[in-house]
Antibody, heavy 123, light 107 residues
Framework: QVQLVQSGAEVKKPGASVKVSCKASGYTFTGYYMHWVRQAPGQGLEWMGRINPNSGGTNFAQKFQGRVTITRDTSISTAYMELSRLTSDDTAVYYC????????????????WGQGTLVTVSS | DIQMTQSPSSLSASVGDRVTITCRASQSISSYLNWYQQKPGKAPKLLIYAASSLQSGVPSRFSGSGSGTDLTLTISSLQPEDFATYYCQQSYSTPFTFGPGTKVDIK
């Protein structure tokens, strides 16, 4: 079955960077965009950016431009999200999610999602 | 950026009730709208894509409708497992924004 498995929880100090991995299985990794979405404690969902695993091309929300890097390793079907210059406001659960498109429908949607990775930023 | 709002922000309902959640976009998004369900401590789960298409495996009591700026999620007969938070998300343009969520709890 299609599955995304993320790396484990992280605790980081302010100013540090964090890199979260997302390993895909059950489908052709290069055939679907991979997106990253985060959720601060008790808050809603926030889209951060995406990568085209085939080309490596990326798009980011303006809010994260210059601070987030999304990469992939097609040999192991894994995407990575690295966030730098962390502050306490970056404490959140970070999700990867596959972007699905079908010819008969408009747009795309996130399915499935990874289990989430809690990143805690604290001095 | 396209701003998404949801109403109500929360509601209390009983098992068997019909529940309607509205999502409003700051500009027309046609049918580029998806709905997700999230339970505490879990990742979101896709319910409806492209405004009205039911995701495989999702019970038929869930339905979506609308296009343009006002779209709706309806649960025809609320079940105990449906108590959760529901989010809409537009895929019309980047950044792909979500609504703030509607929490459905037990009356």
């Amino acid at each position: 079955q299609v599955q995304l498995v993320q790396s484990g929880a992280e605790v980081k100090k302010p100013g540090a960077s964090v890199k979260v991995s997302c390993k895909a299985s059950g489908y052709t990794f290069t055939g679907y965009y991979m997106h990253w979405v985060r959720q601060a404690p008790g808050q809603g969902l926030e889209w951060m950016g995406r990568i085209n695993p085939n080309s490596g091309g990326t798009n980011f929300a303006q809010k994260f431009q210059g601070r987030v890097t999304i990469t992939r390793d097609t040999s192991i079907s894994t995407a990575y999200m690295e966030l730098s210059r962390l502050t306490s406001d970056d404490t959140a659960v970070y999700y990867c999610a596959r972007g699905v498109v079908v010819p008969a429908a408009v747009g795309f949607w996130f399915d499935p999602w990874g289990q989430g990775t809690l990143v805690t930023v604290s001095s | 950026d396209i701003q998404m709002t949801q109403s109500p922000s929360s509601l209390s309902a009983s098992v068997g009730d019909r529940v309607t959640i509205t999502c409003r976009a700051s500009q027309s998004i046609s049918s580029y709208l998806n709905w997700y369900q999230q339970k505490p401590g879990k990742a979101p789960k896709l319910l409806i894509y492209a405004a009205s298409s039911l995701q495989s495996g999702v019970p038929s009591r869930f339905s979506g409708s609308g296009s343009g700026t006002d779209l709706t999620l309806t649960i025809s007969s609320l079940q105990p497992e449906d108590f959760a938070t529901y989010y809409c998300q537009q895929s019309y343009s980047t950044p792909f924004t979500f609504g703030p969520g509607t929490k459905v709890d037990i009356k």
